[in-house]
């Protein structure tokens, strides 16, 4: 991972937090957002959709990574940041202290995507006082993907 600079990082974050004001999280109260930037330039962001039915609920990762492949992305991703809290008074979400990172099964969705186009992405996680910074490959370690079904 060659990650992101500071500005880009922010502006990726910014991405993020949009999204989570867009968030449908009736149940939880929890808007995540995610954004992922691509070589090319573009950025793909999405929320978190719940469901009344738990399980049918979607994390704003998976729907991200759902659009760009929607989208006819394959590979290039460069980073994605995830940003989430609760909505305050005004129902915006309010980023808290600690950085909000993928869960495990989004986690995996990710590495799916970058796999297509051999990259390891910077994952940024978003906190009220600052972004968090780290290589998808150490937050899945040993993963599963396309090169294990050859």
Do not use: W
Not at 33 to 45: E, I, K, P, S, Y
Not at 102 to 129: F, K, S, Y
């Amino acid at each position: 991972m060659s990650g992101l600079d500071a500005a880009d990082a922010a502006t990726l974050a910014m991405a993020a937090r949009e999204a989570a004001r867009t968030a449908y999280a009736p149940y939880s109260r929890f808007h995540v957002g995610a954004a992922l930037l691509f070589a090319d330039g573009a950025v793909v962001a999405a929320a978190n959709v719940e469901n009344a039915s738990y399980g049918l609920s979607l994390c704003a990762e998976a729907n991200a990574v759902a659009k760009a492949m929607g989208e006819g992305r394959r590979g290039g991703l460069l980073a994605v940041a995830i940003a989430g809290g609760r909505p305050d008074r005004a129902g915006s979400p309010a980023f808290g202290p600690d950085p909000v990172m993928p869960c495990g099964r989004c986690r995996q969705m990710l590495h799916e995507i970058a796999a297509l186009g051999g990259t390891d992405p910077a994952v940024i996680g978003v906190a009220a006082g600052g972004l968090t910074q780290v290589a998808l490959s150490a937050l899945l370690p040993h993963a599963f993907g396309p090169a294990n079904l050859v």
